[in-house]
């Protein structure tokens, strides 16, 4: 196991943010050169974050350093090239101790909010020396790379004046403050200089490039930028200077041309992309957020939280990590979980079993959804995706307006396929289209399993392995759900918060299944040749799946067998067991035109499969009758034509 996998792999819970929610302010925003520009109020500082339209791969940031609007040329050219440009007002503290406690919390806090990488590019301008290489020295595995402009590299130069610089009497009164000293002696005999120190900087290769002009009389190079960069690279520190002497030299030398704009975003582009490992922020959005639950969790401590998916959920793995969370996150919380995984399940099983696997135990505050593998893999229309899961959240809100829904988008080869070859998988853009409209967080584990295995962290084949995730494989899982439901539940609750009813807006669709429900076998009017078997078993030696095995089942084995159901809704279909001797079905409704279904799928030589079939959608409302008859055809890979029926399900209209 290489080193960013072992980190993945000890790193699963060390997951740490900072509550900031109560020194934070409001969030004004304005364009900055065709992009976002974000000003916030952050432990009384201004905080500005540019945000580019398009996030180039990995989220990587310019974090600058004093004099945000000087010199923006290189600025414009990494934001427009998906760069995040952060900015700190820190001034009057000259890269101070204080100045370095507020930078840490910033490098927390821009993370964990706008899900940037964990290695920023550092810009310092003249005295924006003193902060990045400060910053720098005491967090120097957190730095891709420093560029600094004229800049302070040792405070005896400037402010202080103490060599041949012209110094800043006001300044050196207001640095000396900010350090804390008592006198200038001990100011001069301070050794936490950027020019000091530079070792560890070095072992990690920190690359740094600094402009400078030749004639500077307040920063001069002699002082500054020649004695630093001479002793990082004696050090091994790699290290460049570009002297700028074409143009107009200002401010005796101190401002100068940036010769080559292009250059800088070069250099920072080149060694701030793709560093590290990636952040799982940019993979999960948290629309209107898990507020109700929190609530319910730190209020009431109590708190049901549901699991609904297929084999994902059902092996263990993930879902274990997010219970041990929230049993961690909540101590005090009495917790019940329901884990609602079967096999090969996915959305349109997960609408019409939900009150009977869910919704039966009581009011659900959480409830976790998976279905973008099962729905794809199963072939499910687009169409039959949509009303499902739309299905499933409507008829959570109609059981508990205040629930709270999350939906996760797991992995598999095809995905990964298609993120490759720049698309969004189908699947994934039909859940998402559901969690926009209903304001519900989701995770996207394909794109970001996929980024991260494109990013070098680790591989399919070695480490992966499957669709259903090797114990690596479930923690990176459970890392970025964990990710997620830490920022959700970040911040600060006041005594008299109250849960929000959610509104249900207008479906997105016609008819979602939000009223699906099992009806039993035992309504069904038989004719000759069907049976209920109870218990049923199979004695093929095939596989079987929990509540297909041991149960009753209603079975015909030969063609023309019969049956007639009446049904309330406006849809409605079969769940069946099919085997390696699955067969067709004919069915209609109401007298309409008779219709053909091939139960057997491509898993059913080996397992006898569970398999809900949609007979009908969009019917009116109100009572249905449908027929069903074993069919003569059968697929040629089926041994047989028997059709093993375990539910029948409808979606009852309001």
Not at 26 to 40: Q, V
Not at 185 to 207: T, W
Not at 374 to 399: C, F, P, W, Y
Not at 509 to 519: A, I
Request: glycine residues 8%.
């Amino acid at each position: 196991m290489n080193a960013l996998r072992l980190k993945w792999a000890i790193g699963l819970y060390f997951l740490v943010h900072n509550i900031w929610a109560q020194n934070i302010g409001a969030d004004s925003t304005s364009e900055w050169k065709g992009s976002k520009r974000h000003d916030l109020q952050f432990e009384g500082r201004t905080l500005r974050v540019i945000e580019p339209r398009e996030a180039a791969f990995g989220n990587p940031w310019l974090w600058r350093a004093r004099f945000p609007d000087w010199h923006t040329e290189q600025d414009s050219i990494l934001v427009a090239e998906g760069f995040h440009l952060v900015y700190v007002d820190t001034d009057n503290l000259y890269g101070s101790p204080k100045a370095m406690a507020i930078w840490n919390d910033v490098y927390d806090f821009v993370r964990s909010k706008y899900g940037l990488s964990e290695k920023p590019a550092l810009s310092g301008v003249s005295r924006g020396g003193l902060f990045v290489y400060n910053w720098a020295k005491l967090n120097p595995k957190k730095v891709s790379c420093i560029y600094a402009e004229a800049p302070v590299c040792d405070f005896k130069s400037w402010p202080g004046g103490f060599g041949k610089g012209r110094g800043s009497k006001d300044d050196w009164e207001k640095l000396m403050k900010a350090y804390g000293f008592r006198d200038e002696a001990e100011a001069k005999g301070y050794e936490g200089q950027p020019i000091d120190g530079l070792e560890a900087l070095a072992a990690q290769k920190v690359p740094i490039l600094h402009t400078i002009g030749l004639h500077d009389e307040f920063v001069p190079a002699e002082e500054n930028t020649f004695i630093l960069v001479d002793r990082y690279l004696k050090l091994g520190g790699p290290a460049s200077i570009v002297p700028c002497t074409q143009g107009k030299q200002e401010l005796n030398g101190h401002h100068f041309p940036i010769e080559s704009p292009r250059l800088v975003a070069d250099f920072v582009k080149y060694n701030a992309s793709h560093s590290g490992p990636l952040s799982s922020r940019p993979f999960y959005n948290l629309r209107n957020g898990l507020k109700n639950s929190y609530i319910k969790f730190e209020h009431e401590k109590k708190g049901t939280v549901a699991f609904l998916g297929g084999s994902i959920t059902f092996n263990p793995g993930w879902r274990d990590s997010v219970m041990l969370f929230l049993e961690k996150r909540f101590p005090d919380t009495e917790f019940k979980f329901i884990a609602a995984g079967i096999p090969s399940m996915g959305s349109v099983p997960g609408a019409f079993r939900m009150e009977r696997d869910v919704l039966s135990q009581g009011p659900i505050d959480l409830l976790f959804e998976e279905a973008a593998v099962n729905d794809a893999t199963n072939g499910r229309s687009d169409e039959e995706q949509k009303k499902a899961m739309e299905g499933i959240v409507r008829h959570l809100r109609k059981e508990n307006p205040s629930a709270d829904m999350v939906l996760f988008h797991f992995v598999d080869p095809d995905k990964i396929a298609d993120y490759n070859q720049g698309k969004v998988p189908e699947v994934i853009v039909n859940h998402e289209a559901v969690a926009e409209h209903y304001g519900l967080p989701s995770l996207n584990l394909a794109k970001e399993v996929t980024m991260r295995i494109a990013n070098g962290e680790f591989t399919w084949e070695d480490d992966f392995k499957n669709l259903h995730p090797s114990p690596f494989g479930q923690q990176v899982y459970a890392k970025a759900m964990i990710d997620m439901l830490e920022t959700a539940y970040l911040g600060h609750l006041d005594a008299d918060d109250k849960r929000v009813q959610a509104k249900m807006p207008k479906a997105l669709v016609s008819h979602p299944f939000e009223m699906g429900e099992l009806l039993p076998i035992q309504n069904a009017r038989l004719s000759k040749g069907w049976e209920i078997v109870d218990p049923w078993s199979p004695n093929d030696g095939k596989s079987t799946r929990p509540n297909y095995t041991d149960v009753p089942m209603l079975i015909a084995t030969e063609p023309g067998a019969k049956l007639k159901y009446k049904f309330t809704g406006n849809a409605a279909g079969i769940a069946v067991a099919a085997g390696q001797d699955a067969g067709t079905i004919q069915y209609r409704i109401d007298k309409g035109d008779w219709q053909i279904k091939d139960l057997f799928t491509q898993w059913s030589a080996y397992l006898h499969l569970p398999w809900y079939y949609v007979l009908a959608y969009d019917l009116d409302a109100g009572e249905h009758e449908l027929e069903l008859k074993v069919s003569d055809r059968k697929n040629p890979h089926s041994t047989g034509h028997a059709v093993r029926i375990r539910y029948f399900f409808q979606n009852a209209a309001d």
